[in-house]
């Protein structure tokens, strides 16, 4: 059922503008009735975070900016969900075109800018489902034209901590002007400290929601010393590697398409943000779990991401190009590996490669 879907759907999607495709694809999973995907085998379960995941699956934020289709995500056979990223007000975004698919390189290039209907509209969706069940985390980000950006987190953890099952602090975005500047180790450590404050507050009436961090890729190895420092010292819940980056690899074929302004994601960005989380796994060392992220696109690349030190992972573009059938091949290859492997659990994989990894010449 959903092969055929996916045959069906993905020619008519790649014909069509990549934003508008995106708006179609968002419909049809709000409209169209969804069969519900066979349940997990619980050697693909995982726990991290204090929840309890029915597989490491999952979809990377951006897909779903304002929480439009999570329970259709679940249905078919996601992990979890991550919707944002929100910011308090709306916000229109840059000027279209703003995405852009590089074909021969599976890869996307965006500068979207955190569009999105604003805080309360994702709220109220949320607040709707909210005994659906399944798990939604929230990635939270600032106003372009916001006076206090940490201000902003505070109070998105603050409105959202009853109906989020994580939150994810996203300071990674290269696309509002600024941002990833919250990377640096002092407004970083100032920018945390107010959130898992805020966190604090509200959890008498809420419960204690988790926190993760997620970061860029292009971040410089004594950068990623200081932000995996500062996420320890504040006591974050886990780390999630990585955003796009504003790197373009000598691989690219596309190279037209590849002076466009923005993020690039999708299979170029695979390397490097494998390698990025490897770096960050053994800065880590076990404090916190880690969510990989960037380019995967087969059953084999979830499975590197896991030996570099992911214990959960998410994805974006592999899905633009593969459709949901990736996620199919995913679940069939870890269980597979665990098999193969006499493995009883996916925790025992998390980080093997890691430390050879970063002893590897650095990804071009
Ligand atoms: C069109 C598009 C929009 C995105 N929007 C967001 C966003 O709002 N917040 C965020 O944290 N990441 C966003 N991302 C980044 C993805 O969540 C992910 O980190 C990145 O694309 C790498 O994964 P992939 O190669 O599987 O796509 C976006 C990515 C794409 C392609």
């Given at each position: 059922?959903?092969?055929?879907?996916?045959?069906?759907?993905?020619?008519?999607?790649r014909?069509l503008?990549?934003?508008?495709?995106?708006?179609?694809?968002?419909?049809?999973?709000?409209?169209?009735?969804l069969?519900?995907?066979?349940a997990?085998?619980?050697?693909?379960?995982?726990?991290?975070?204090?929840?309890?995941?029915?597989?490491?699956?999952?979809v990377?934020?951006?897909?779903?900016?304002?929480?439009?289709?999570?329970?259709?995500?679940?249905?078919?056979?996601?992990?979890?969900?991550?919707?944002?990223?929100v910011?308090?007000?709306?916000?229109?975004?840059?000027?279209r075109p703003?995405?852009?698919?590089?074909?021969?390189?599976?890869?996307?290039?965006?500068?979207?800018?955190?569009?999105?209907?604003?805080?309360?509209?994702?709220l109220?969706r949320?607040?709707?489902?909210?005994?659906?069940?399944?798990?939604?985390?929230v990635?939270?980000?600032?106003?372009?034209?916001?006076?206090?950006?940490?201000?902003?987190y505070?109070?998105?953890?603050?409105?959202?901590?009853?109906?989020?099952?994580?939150?994810?602090?996203?300071?990674?975005?290269?696309?509002?002007?600024?941002?990833?500047?919250?990377?640096q180790?002092?407004?970083?450590?100032?920018l945390?400290?107010?959130?898992?404050?805020?966190?604090?507050?509200?959890?008498?009436?809420?419960?204690?929601?988790?926190?993760?961090?997620?970061?860029?890729?292009?971040?410089?190895?004594?950068?990623?010393?200081?932000?995996?420092?500062v996420?320890?010292?504040?006591?974050?819940?886990?780390?999630?590697v990585?955003?796009?980056t504003?790197?373009?690899?000598?691989?690219?074929?596309?190279?037209?398409?590849?002076?466009?302004?923005?993020?690039?994601?999708?299979?170029?960005?695979?390397?490097?943000?494998?390698?990025?989380?490897?770096?960050?796994?053994?800065?880590?060392?076990?404090?916190?779990p880690?969510?990989?992220?960037?380019?995967?696109?087969?059953?084999?690349?979830?499975?590197?991401?896991?030996?570099?030190?992911?214990s959960?992972?998410?994805?974006?573009?592999?899905?633009?190009?593969?459709g949901?059938?990736?996620?199919?091949?995913?679940?069939t290859?870890?269980a597979?590996?665990?098999?193969?492997?006499?493995?009883?659990?996916?925790?025992?994989?998390?980080?093997?490669?890691?430390?050879?990894?970063?002893?590897?010449?650095?990804?071009?």
């Amino acid at each position: 059922m959903i092969g055929l879907f996916d045959r069906l759907s993905r020619p008519l999607l790649r014909a069509l503008d990549p934003e508008d495709a995106h708006a179609l694809t968002l419909k049809a999973l709000r409209y169209v009735p969804l069969a519900r995907a066979a349940a997990d085998p619980p050697e693909l379960s995982v726990r991290a975070f204090g929840l309890t995941f029915p597989n490491p699956v999952g979809v990377a934020p951006g897909f779903d900016k304002n929480a439009e289709v999570p329970d259709a995500m679940l249905r078919l056979g996601f992990g979890f969900v991550e919707i944002g990223t929100v910011t308090p007000r709306p916000q229109a975004g840059n000027l279209r075109p703003r995405l852009f698919r590089l074909e021969s390189d599976r890869a996307v290039i965006n500068r979207l800018g955190f569009n999105n209907e604003g805080a309360p509209k994702a709220l109220a969706r949320l607040s709707a489902r909210a005994r659906a069940g399944g798990i939604v985390g929230v990635n939270i980000g600032a106003n372009k034209d916001s006076a206090d950006r940490a201000e902003d987190y505070v109070r998105l953890v603050e409105s959202f901590a009853a109906v989020a099952s994580y939150f994810t602090v996203n300071v990674s975005s290269p696309n509002t002007p600024g941002l990833r500047d919250l990377q640096q180790a002092a407004a970083l450590d100032d920018l945390l400290a107010r959130v898992m404050e805020a966190r604090e507050r509200v959890r008498a009436r809420t419960r204690s929601v988790p926190v993760l961090l997620k970061i860029a890729p292009d971040l410089t190895l004594a950068d990623l010393d200081d932000v995996v420092g500062v996420a320890r010292k504040r006591r974050v819940d886990g780390m999630i590697v990585s955003n796009t980056t504003l790197a373009r690899p000598a691989s690219l074929h596309d190279r037209d398409t590849a002076r466009e302004a923005g993020g690039l994601s999708g299979r170029p960005l695979f390397k490097l943000s494998t390698r990025m989380l490897a770096e960050t796994f053994v800065r880590a060392e076990s404090a916190f779990p880690l969510i990989g992220v960037g380019g995967i696109d087969s059953g084999p690349a979830a499975i590197a991401k896991i030996k570099a030190g992911a214990s959960l992972v998410q994805m974006y573009t592999g899905l633009v190009y593969r459709g949901v059938g990736l996620l199919t091949e995913i679940k069939t290859d870890l269980a597979a590996a665990l098999r193969r492997g006499h493995r009883t659990s996916l925790e025992s994989m998390v980080g093997i490669d890691a430390a050879e990894m970063t002893a590897e010449s650095w990804p071009a």
